[in-house]
Structure formats: structure tokens, C-alpha cells
């Protein structure tokens, strides 16, 4: 499965919560999926592969994250997870665990549950389907399948056609939502936008001259690394970086294993401070401009060069512009108990009217954090 939308080969050779935040919440799960039944086993094992999945969040674009987990006598006996663009995917990862603690036949007779579709055409990699095969399991359980439409449903017909006993969309919501960057820009071209900004209570997005530059806490601040982690660009108008200077970088840890993210400043005005850090830090080649353009042409530009998802750090303006245009799926939103501000709100439009489905509320010391996808608007 190809990374770009006009590619039909192979693709997985390549963010709910970040990437500790969604196996928690996976692995919390089990104490929900009873033992009883094989629908319930099958819950428990998918949280399982869905929790190994989480580990290649931020690390495998262009591709999806995608976890495994080999299953025998109702016992794991060996896990995978797809680690980067280019290596192998988590079922090959997973077997191939299973030969080395067990034997080269311990695999016979296995279920083996992925969070996505094993693929069945060549690519960077050889296909999933033929190390599925040829390790000798007999049930593959999956929980999404392929939203490439090229290859939807391929490899797990493949599979049935050889003797293989498949079943489909088990936790089906929370398999999609691992990979919601990828599909996004497999189907669209286009990258999935979190909308990410700090606000009082009674939403004022920047405090009185004096104050400081934060509104929210220091560990929602580091909350933040964690989820731009997960995004391949971070995108701020030219308004917010003239005036901010920000560095927009993953920091510690959270920089491990993966590059910097793109830094994108979108400006109609070319006069941008040449000596702001982002064109000077050891991270400058990442820093793109985007001079004239409108944010949708800002964001087909960067699907054009394989971001599947960016980061909106943008000022009230920007931010009001994407979510009248229809452009943000999803908003993180820090509250701070703070009352006033400098007298600038976040959202500027009177008429603008969004609304969150299903928001998950986070308490991060004193902030709260407010999750959730922009609710489609009725057509």
C-alpha cells in the first residue's frame, strides 16, 4: 500500500491521545472485555495489538501505525508493531517473535489479531499476507480495514480464499481512529488538522502586557510535546511568529526516534524577521514558508510532500479562518482558571459556531484539557 493517494502499492511500510495517553486508555479496557465468549476475547487480544499500534505513533509516517499480537491456546505469544517507514510491519514483527521465543512452528493453528488490514501487494516490503501463510495461522482478526480504495479488502479476501477464517471490524472505532492521519491523506491527499491553542475561562487567548507569555501550565505545556509528536508539521501564521519568535520543536525525549517536525509559517506578507530562531536554529531546514497562498493550498502543498498531519498553533484570526473554511478535524483546547486577558478573544467571529462530538475532558494540574473531532456540519 502506497503513502501517496496515486500510488497503488503497498503503503504501511509507514494521533485517541498520544501515544502513552491512548495505551493507557487501550489498556484500561480490560477490565471491560470478559473472558466469556469469543467476542470478548476478541476485545481483550484487539486492546492488546491496538496498545502495540500506539507505540508507532509519530514515528511511521507517511504510513499508518499498526499493531500485532500472536494468539495461541488463549495465550500472547508474540506482539509487533510497525516501527518505522520502509521496516516491517507489525505482523511480520509479531511472527517473527513467535520464532524466536517458541520455535518456527509455534505459529500453526495461531490467531493472529492486527489493528489493520494486512496488505497483499509488494511494496518496500514484501506483503503481510504470504508471512501470514506461510507461518501456518489458521484465524486473522482485524479491526480496520484498509481505507486505501485500491486496496480495501484485499488482503483479507486473499486470505479467506486460502482456507484462512477472518474476522472483520472488531473495535473498529478505535482501530480507525489509530490511523486517522493516514486515511485522511490516503483518500484525500490532504492532512489531517489538530487545532491546538491555550485560553482563560473566559476565553482570552493572551494575558495583559507584563503577565508572561503562557497561559497554560508548565506540565500542559509539556502535554503539548506529546501530541506534536504525533504530527508530521506545525503550522502558524506569520502573525504569531513576528510576534511569539516561537521554536515550534519537539524537545528531550520526545525529539527521540523521529525527525523535527515541519515548521510552517503561512504569511501574506514576505517581511518576516530573518532573525527569528526558527531561521536560525539547528533545525532551519525544516522551516518551510508558505508566502501567498491560501491555508487549503498550504495544506495540499504539504500533502503534496507526505504530511498526513498538522499541528495548528495558529492566533484567534487563523484559527477562525480554518474552522469557518471547514479545514480543523480535531481540537485540543488547554483552560487555564484564569478570568480576563489583554481584551483579544479567541474567536473572533460573532457567527462562527462549531461544535465538539464526543469531548474528552482531562484534568493536567490546575488546566483542563479539552479534546475532541469538529462535529461535520449538516449538508
Known sequence: MSHKPKNPTCHRSRCPGHEGSLAKSIQSG?????????????????????????????????????????VRGGEVIG??????????????????????????????GATLY???EPC???????????????????RVVVSATDPNPAH???GLDL??????????????????????????????????????????????????????????????????????RQCDAILVGGETFRRDNPALTLRGTWAED????????LTSDPDLPMTHQMFNDPHRHRTLVHQGLTLTESLARLGE??????????????????????????????????????????LSDDGLFARIETPEFFAIGDNLRVRGRIAKRDT
Not at 523521529?258 to 509559517?265: D, F, N, S, T, Y
Open 30 to 70: 480490560y477490565s471491560r472485555a470478559s473472558m466469556e465468549g469469543t467476542h470478548s476475547e476478541d476485545e481483550r487480544f484487539m486492546r492488546e495489538a491496538l496498545a502495540e499500534g500506539a507505540k508507532g505513533l509519530g514515528k511511521t509516517s507517511p504510513n499508518p501505525p499498526v499493531g500485532a499480537i500472536v
Open 79 to 108: 506482539r509487533g508493531w510497525h516501527e518505522r517507514a520502509g521496516e516491517a510491519h507489525a505482523e511480520r514483527n509479531a511472527l517473527a517473535e513467535v520464532v524466536r521465543l517458541h520455535g518456527a512452528t509455534a505459529a500453526r
Open 114 to 116: 492486527v489493528t489493520l
Open 120 to 138: 497483499s501487494s509488494h511494496g518496500r516490503t514484501p506483503p503481510c499476507t504470504e508471512a501470514i501463510l506461510a507461518s501456518g495461522v489458521t
Open 152 to 154: 480495501a479488502g484485499a
Open 159 to 228: 486470505l479467506e480464499a486460502t482456507g484462512v477464517e477472518v474476522t472483520r471490524g472488531v473495535l473498529e472505532t478505535e482501530g480507525r481512529d489509530l490511523i486517522r492521519f493516514f486515511a485522511r491523506h490516503i483518500t484525500s491527499g490532504r492532512p489531517w488538522v489538530i487545532a491546538k491553542t491555550a485560553v482563560t475561562l473566559d476565553g482570552h487567548s493572551t494575558l495583559p502586557d507584563g503577565m508572561g507569555p503562557w497561559i497554560s501550565n508548565e506540565a500542559a505545556r509539556e502535554d503539548v510535546q506529546a501530541w506534536r
Open 258 to 265: 523521529r525527525p523535527q517536525p515541519w515548521r510552517v509559517i
Open 305 to 346: 510532500i507526505g504530511v498526513c498531519s498538522v499541528m495548528l498553533e495558529s492566533g484567534g484570526r487563523l484559527l477562525t479562518h480554518a474552522l469557518t473554511g471547514g479545514l480543523v478535524d480535531e481540537v485540543i483546547l488547554y483552560l487555564a482558571p484564569i478570568l480576563g486577558g489583554d481584551g483579544k478573544r479567541l
